[in-house]
């Protein structure tokens, strides 16, 4: 196990200063930011459980388990997505095509539907292709604090939608189940910047006492949510007395750098130790750390000790981060696309090593794996292969967004009996799921681009012609 517990810390000249690092981490640490190299003294390097580099899956296999219209909206995007310049022209055209448009031809390969009915449907096409659960997210967004939304409305959607898609999905699968560990949680996933009105100036001001008004606000609205699922997960836990995973899980997404730092962690640590006491055996809420920032391991590091001290446990979901292309302070990012995957995989191993030597009294409670690498997910795979019923892996989930690395979800599913996948299903007013989709062909241009394009049509065309 690597165990972060160790107070001993390294000092590591990092662009930003100087900073502490807890010792049990550093070592795997990687700082390949542009100004400063790593002063460690031990050489930074992918984990040493990380495999071999893996070729990603080609499209074929899972493309055979599409629909004619889902085959062609497929072979558009491939379009869209041939090349660069065809790429950029698509996403500065985007929010002109016509509703209706992206209706038909987009929405249903990446979002779950409009109304609750619509995302029931989607959960249950979901399982028959192997995936048992969903992380939910009602797309109504306002970063900039100028739609004027009504966030009393998403809030009570947002608690409706545990109710009206995923007990339901989820009750019917316990009922039927052999093992009821093997099937993951239903996750709702909290936007803090739909959560309050003026959300930057909430988050950014989140400690000040001026703003106490809105941040407890904006607390109040994720605890109400979040409230809920703690109350179903006791509920059914006295049905289920043997499930080691929670039920439903509260996630709290990661936004921008700035609003990170001054107000989204400490939103998360204020959750946490409301509904991740270590008294209740399953957790309730996860948080996100952002694994391209190269300042992350040593804030999750610094997160861990503060829970082992204050008696609550984390609940992580770990990703690289949306905001590559956007992030207006690139200075905090890992320069190389290397030093990212490197911190990921090492942050994401110690979690899991963690989870399977420590079960129920891991201070990391539960790990989302979420990820469209292909590496990434198989290292995790791995390290939970060999595994049987324990808590450990019962608490370890591998997520990717709806429509994106289908071909990967499909291999870990059909060759390495993978049980605890799910997608990421954004749903909502038809709007509010545009500007979702243009949000993503722009954050995640890169992986579209290596998921699609030429391959793509090519794959799609010979399913198509049945070749
Ligand atoms: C279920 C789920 C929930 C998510 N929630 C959030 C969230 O709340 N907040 C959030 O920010 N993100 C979130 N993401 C992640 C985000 O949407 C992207 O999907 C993700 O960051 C892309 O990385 P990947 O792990 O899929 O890896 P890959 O598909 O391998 O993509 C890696 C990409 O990372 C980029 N990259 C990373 N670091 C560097 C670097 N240093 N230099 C150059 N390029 C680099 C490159 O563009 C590269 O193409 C979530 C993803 C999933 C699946």
């Known amino acids: 196990m690597l165990s972060l517990g160790s107070r001993a810390a390294i000092r590591t000249a990092g662009r930003n200063g100087v900073r502490s690092v807890p010792m049990g981490l550093t070592h795997r640490f990687v700082s390949q930011t542009n100004a400063t190299k790593s002063t460690l003294a031990t050489q930074p390097t ?88 969903m992380m939910l997210s009602l797309t109504i967004e306002d970063a900039e604090g100028t739609k004027n939304i009504d966030i009393n409305h998403i809030v009570s959607e947002t608690i409706s939608s545990v109710h009206t898609i995923l007990k339901p999905l989820l009750l019917e699968q316990l009922e039927t189940a052999e093992d009821i560990n093997s099937i993951p949680p239903g996750y709702i996933a909290l936007k803090p910047s739909a959560l309050v009105a003026n959300p930057a100036k909430v988050l950014l001001n989140f400690g000040k006492p001026e703003w106490k008004a809105q941040r407890d606000d904006l607390v109040s609205n994720c605890s109400r949510i979040t409230q809920e699922v703690f109350n179903l997960n006791q509920e059914l836990l006295a049905k289920y007395p043997e499930r080691k995973s929670p039920f439903f899980v509260s996630t709290i997404d990661a936004e921008k750098y700035d609003l990170q730092k001054a107000g989204v962690y400490e939103l998360q640590r204020i959750l946490f130790s409301k509904f991740n006491p270590v008294s209740s055996p399953l957790i309730s809420c996860v948080g996100t750390w952002q694994l391209y920032l190269a300042d992350s391991a040593a804030d999750l590091a610094r997160d861990y000790e503060r829970a082992k001290k204050e008696g609550y446990k984390l609940g992580l979901k770990l990703v690289r981060g949306a905001y590559i292309h956007s992030e207006p302070n690139r200075d905090v990012i890992y320069a ?97 799921t545009k500007d979702y989709l243009l949000r993503r062909l722009q954050e995640n241009g890169d992986a579209v681009r290596a998921d699609n394009g030429l391959p793509l049509i090519k794959a799609v065309l010979k399913t198509a012609l049945h070749l």
């Open 46 to 133: 992918i984990h040493d459980a990380a495999p071999a580099h893996l070729t990603t899956p080609a499209p074929d296999a899972h493309l055979k388990t599409l629909s004619k219209s889902e085959l062609f909206s497929l072979g558009m995007i491939g379009m869209c997505t041939i090349n660069k310049p065809i790429l950029d022209l698509v996403i500065k055209l985007f929010p002109f095509v016509p509703l209706f448009m992206v209706k038909i031809f987009i929405s249903p390969l990446y979002c779950g539907g409009d109304t609750p009915a619509e995302v029931v449907e989607t959960g249950k096409r979901l399982q028959e292709r192997g995936i048992n659960n």
């Open 336 to 432: 190389t696309r290397e030093g990212t995957d490197a911190n990921y995989n090492s942050v994401m191993t110690s979690a899991i090593k963690d989870l399977l030597a420590n079960g129920e009294k891991s201070y990391y409670g539960h790990l989302v794996v979420a990820s469209h690498n292909y590496e990434s997910q198989m290292l995790a795979t791995k390290l939970l292969q060999s595994q049987e019923n324990c808590a450990g892996k019962a608490n370890v989930t591998l997520a990717q967004l709806l429509g994106m690395s289908d071909n990967v979800t499909h291999d870990l599913l059909t060759h390495h009996n993978a049980k605890n996948i799910i997608k990421y299903v954004p749903w909502g007013p038809p709007v509010e």
